[in-house]
């Protein structure tokens, strides 16, 4: 058994880039000694396959959610389906969802319309959210602050803001997910936030296939990667690594609600 026990918090498994290795992939991170991973779904379609892929691993959960690029083709019947999979055993959280106004798939309006509509599902089913931002910072917020005294907390996945924003994420009670990213040497902000914010409030992820850490920028990312993650932030706080491990893997287990017996890591 490994020495370690990482948590993957968000990591696309049932992507096109794993078709034809999934099941060596995820062999591949057990070794790396991941223990919990969280398969995040982006669309109806994959987030029954990330279910799916969930109900074969004991230490694999996932999410229902549609992405912010897709949210022009949400209608009622896959808000409706969406729904339908928050009550699986399997499913921990509503995600991801959010906003993203850097590439812009789908108009601001229109975004922001059905990202309202998943929170209002998210309370209904007292499920946390995984939430993505991108160049949308300020609308995010505005949103969040609404529901406010509602939503029962969640993530801000891929985190890649400043302290001073961070610190505003957590007094609405989301916790701050740092990916790869946090490895880039000119990742200098970011570090400086990942330094400076309370460690229980930190989780880490791959966001696998994409975002690889430094070592293995440029190729695919798989969820044993998230061990780079980790030796950075360890680095930052000046802590050991298997400290660091254990900290966000117990971060993770509490952002999502996952009872640390329901895993099947025996560590
Ligand atoms: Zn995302
Ligand atoms: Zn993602």
Not at 9 to 30: C, F, K, N, S, T
Not at 58 to 80: C, K, N, Q, R, S
């Amino acid at each position: 058994m490994c020495a370690l026990q990482l948590a993957d918090a968000h990591a696309h498994l049932d992507m096109p880039e794993y078709a034809a290795d999934q099941a060596h992939v995820i062999e591949q991170a057990w070794r790396a000694g991941v223990g919990l991973i969280i398969n995040v779904g982006i669309s109806l379609k994959n987030s029954r396959q990330v279910i799916a892929t969930a109900e074969k691993h004991p230490w694999i959960f996932a999410t229902a959610g549609v992405h912010p690029h897709g949210a022009a083709g949400v209608d009622e019947d896959i808000l409706a389906g969406i729904g339908e999979l928050l009550s699986h055993p399997k499913v921990i959280a509503l995600g991801e969802i959010g906003l993203d106004f850097y590439r812009h798939r789908s108009p601001a309006a229109v975004q922001e319309h059905w990202f309202r509509r998943f929170l209002d599902l998210a309370v209904l089913h007292r499920k946390p959210v995984v939430i993505h931002t991108r160049d949308a910072t300020a609308a995010t917020l505005g949103i969040l602050r609404e529901f406010r005294q509602k939503l029962g907390g969640g993530v801000m996945h891929c985190f890649s803001g400043t302290y001073d924003e961070a610190r505003v994420f957590l007094d609405l009670g989301m916790d701050i997910s740092f990916s790869g990213v946090l490895t880039y040497p000119n990742a200098k902000p970011l570090q400086d936030a990942a330094r400076r914010l309370p460690l229980d409030r930190i989780l880490i992820e791959t966001d696998a296939p994409y975002l690889s850490p430094q070592p293995r920028r440029g190729r695919r990312n798989e969820p044993g990667y998230v061990r780079f993650t980790a030796q950075t932030l360890a680095e930052l706080h000046n802590l050991p690594l298997a400290q660091i491990a254990r900290q966000t893997w117990n971060n993770t287990c509490r952002s999502f609600g996952i009872n640390k017996l329901q895993t099947g890591n025996s560590l």
